[in-house]
């Protein structure tokens, strides 16, 4: 199949010396420049209306998005799935849309339905489930080699993607989800040490409001093997036979090497996208959500929103004290 790509003698050199976040970025300025949908989208982006709640030591906000209405209230079932066209195939791409094609899997283009300021969606060039435990690693060369602007996002297949039949990831600017900001210090302040060596240190945390994991190390395949063994455990704990609910951040630091995020999730969605009328909130959590940037793609849903109605949608949606006690203890 061929991949529509741009003949731009910059864009081509940039990714001939390996430095993928200038090509991506020029990526994304020469289809600001071509493509109409996504120069509007991106402009309209500029005049989001945001929210800020403080919550102790951190920050969560609050973008008022109408452009994400059809990701946020995307129909995942395996009917529905069935029945439409997959907008991530290379087919179905608006004849618009063009891509850089990263080791030869995958294709990164722009996401014209945006969160972030520069955001982009890492999409396989084949059809296959999305699915982390075969594709870690790619995560983690994603992170890397976007490492200079971009943070890298995967959202499992019952957690947030709204396309889970196909393979993706995403990337938008670094330091925009106050997570990148503020890991360190929440994991200081509320971590618990599940390993700590040369090569890796893991740390189970409660924030109060989000159970994760907060993993660093220099060492890629340490960080996978932890992974991999995270990722069994965790099956078994939650008695999955599919891929357990989960959100990953990814963040790569020259220095310091791999900062990885694991969002260990109870549901997809919380009561309040299923209530009725007046009641509805029409908020679907995902990796972005959960770093500190929660979506409302209805102005009515925005101006609801308090300290207090965060903390019940986060409640929901994330993994009892209990249950991360037991994976701490498993880990261990």
Avoid at 54 to 68: D, E, H, L, T, V
Wanted: proline fraction near 5%; hydrophobic fraction near 35%; aromatic fraction near 12%.
């Amino acid at each position: 199949m061929e991949h529509r790509t741009y003949t731009n003698a910059e864009l081509n050199r940039l990714i001939d010396e390996g430095n993928l976040s200038e090509a991506s970025k020029k990526l994304f300025d020469l289809q600001c420049d071509d493509w109409k949908l996504c120069r509007d989208n991106y402009q309209q982006l500029k005049n989001v209306k945001i929210k800020e709640f403080r919550f102790g030591s951190y920050k969560i906000k609050a973008q008022f998005n109408p452009g994400r209405i059809i990701s946020t209230s995307a129909k995942v079932d395996p009917k529905s799935i069935k029945e439409r066209k997959c907008f991530l195939c290379e087919e179905n791409l608006p004849p618009e849309q063009k891509g850089i094609i990263y080791r030869d899997s995958y294709s990164i283009l722009v996401n014209p339905y945006p969160i972030f300021p520069v955001h982009f969606t890492l999409t396989n060039l084949n059809h296959q489930p999305q699915r982390i435990i075969d594709t870690f690693p790619d995560l983690l060369n994603f992170s890397k080699d976007l490492s200079k602007k971009f943070t890298v996002i995967y959202n499992g297949p019952r957690c947030g993607a709204s396309a889970p039949d196909h393979l993706h990831f995403q990337a938008g600017n670094k330091f925009f989800m106050p997570i990148d900001d503020e890991a360190d210090l929440i994991a200081n302040e509320f971590g618990e040490v599940v390993i700590d060596n040369e090569d890796i240190v893991a740390l189970a945390v409660d924030d109060g409001l989000r159970k994760f994991l907060h993993i660093e190390s220099l060492n890629q395949s340490q960080i996978t093997e932890f992974f991999n063994n995270f990722y069994q455990v965790y099956s078994d704990l939650m008695n999955e036979t599919q891929e357990p609910l989960l959100n990953i951040v990814s963040f790569y630091d020259s220095e310091f090497g791999w900062r990885v995020i694991i969002f260990l999730r109870a549901k997809h969605r919380s009561h309040h996208y299923f209530e009725e009328g007046e009641n509805q909130i029409l908020v679907s959590p995902a990796a972005i959500d959960l770093g500190g940037v929660c979506i409302f793609p209805r102005e009515e849903d925005f101006n609801k929103l308090d300290e207090t109605l965060v903390k019940g949608i986060f409640s929901e949606v994330f993994i009892d004290k209990s249950l991360l006690n037991q994976l701490i203890r498993i880990l261990i």
